[in-house]
T-cell receptor, first 108, second 113 residues
């Protein structure tokens, strides 16, 4: 089956710093989503981005489907950005596969 | 509008007990998914419904796990004879009619003692 990798696994940032999170996947996908899981466990939709580039405030994402990767950019990080960031891909059979996540800690 | 809701939010069961977890999807969402998330890991797919039809149950870990969505709206995940390894957060998601973007509920944290 499809494999999803995320890097880095852990990241510690000083408040105000920028970062890039990466998601690699091993096969063609129908769609890709980025989620933020907050410390209370809620999965929050960040981007639905099967291809191209999207921006929402301090966050932006780019997916290059032909090269099988997606990037999530966080600029001017805040302590509330802490948590785990997951990418999830959907195959043609509707099964959704999550990556292992990147655990982000933003320190003041 | 209201998001995906799940109940109960927390459940403690003694080993061997049966449990039932409920998911109310977003109104109008035809697709519904169940996931299991163990501590420190990403969610893992359990099963998928389109309306009342269970189209994929390949992720259910054993025959003790059973899911239903009889009227194509509310879904129930039932775990029979719970074991300690069933302890996890169970997440439900529903997706838009074009079956692409998923929205998650808050999850049910199951602890089996």
């Amino acid at each position: 089956g499809i494999q999803v990798e995320q890097s880095p696994p852990d990241l510690i940032l000083q408040e105000g710093a920028n970062s890039t999170l990466r998601c690699n996947f091993s096969d063609s996908v129908n769609n890709l989503q980025w989620f933020h899981q907050n410390p209370w466990g809620q999965l929050i939709n960040l981007f639905y981005i099967p291809s191209g580039t999207k921006q929402n405030g301090r966050l932006s994402a780019t997916t290059v489907a032909t090269e099988r990767y997606s990037l999530l950019y966080i600029s001017s990080s805040q302590t509330t950005d802490s948590g785990v960031y997951f990418c999830a891909v959907k195959t043609s059979y509707d099964k959704v596969i999550f990556g292992p996540g990147t655990s982000l800690s933003v320190i003041p | 509008g209201a998001g995906v809701s799940q109940s109960p939010r927390y459940k403690v069961a003694k080993r061997g007990q049966d449990v039932a977890l409920r998911c109310d999807p977003i109104s109008g969402h035809v697709s519904l998914f169940w996931y299991q998330q163990a501590l420190g890991q990403g969610p893992e797919f359990l099963t998928y419904f389109q309306n009342e039809a269970q189209l994929d149950k390949s992720g259910l870990p054993s025959d003790r796990f059973f899911a239903e969505r009889p009227e194509g709206s509310v879904s129930t995940l039932k775990i029979q004879r719970t074991q300690q390894e069933d302890s996890a957060v169970y997440l439900c998601a529903s997706s838009t009619p074009d079956n692409n973007e998923q929205f998650f509920g808050p999850g049910t944290r199951l602890t089996v003692l």
